[in-house]
């Protein structure tokens, strides 16, 4: 449906909203959704609660979301809490301040965690930057890793350009008071073309440069050009291939 022939549809307090194509959705408060919502923009602040998909260029939530079909939209910023049942796709950026969860997987340009990231299927993107952590059951795929951990994380497969794993030094506070120092990242196969880690526990790592920092456990190490390894780190093996 053409822009011109949309029509704005906002609603505060506690309620139930239609289903349908609109132009700009805003909600504030708690709200019910019985069906599908298209929308060039979806703002909630509160607690949403979507039985169908969203289709839409901006989805922006601040507070707690639940969709049960897809969610396919240009941008997601999501401040807060959300779960997506269905497949996620955000063509330009994804956007996590918080905790989300998604059972299909997610589809992305460019996605940003400060928190949580889960998926029950893989990720796949151009620039995955994530400090917090993730927690994938399939493969991790992206041209830029960037992992700053304060959580444990996991992945099946990771494979990248360029990955990069760390420890955060400074953890918030409530993370203080859990057992930080056992986060690490943990992994079947990690292969890039430059990979450098920290903390980290694989089978295999493989790449053109391959750096093992502190805290690793790595069973085999497979590189093209050049291998270093922290002292403190522990390879099973490493060759050159």
Do not use: W
């Amino acid at each position: 449906m053409e822009r011109e022939q949309r029509h704005d549809m906002s609603m505060s307090g506690i309620g139930t909203v239609a289903s349908g194509v609109y132009k700009t959705v805003r909600i504030d408060g708690i709200s019910k959704v019985k069906g599908d919502i298209d929308c060039i923009t979806l703002d909630s602040n509160g607690t949403l609660n979507i039985s169908g998909s969203v289709l839409g260029e901006t989805v922006k939530i601040n507070g707690t979301m639940s969709i049960g079909g897809n969610l396919s939209a240009e941008r997601l910023i999501l401040d807060g809490m959300g779960s997506v049942k269905e497949m996620t796709r955000c063509s330009e950026s994804a956007a996590i301040n918080g905790q989300v969860t998604l059972e299909k997987g997610l589809i992305s340009e460019k996605v940003e965690v400060s928190g949580s990231l889960k998926s029950r299927g893989g990720v796949q993107c151009e620039v995955l930057s994530v400090h917090g952590g993730f927690n994938v059951d399939g493969l991790v795929n992206a041209g830029e890793i960037d992992l700053k951990m304060s959580l444990a994380s996991k992945a099946k497969e990771i494979g990248g350009d360029h990955i990069t794993v760390r420890r955060l030094k400074k953890a918030p506070i409530l993370l203080q008071l859990a057992p930080v120092f056992n986060n690490r990242l943990m992994a079947d196969l990690i292969e890039g073309d430059f990979v450098d880690l920290e903390y980290t526990e694989a089978d295999v790592v493989r790449g053109s440069e391959v750096r093992i920092g502190p805290g690793c456990k790595i069973g085999r190490v497979e590189y093209k050009v050049d291998f270093k390894r922290d002292g403190d780190a522990q390879v099973g093996s490493a060759k050159q291939i």
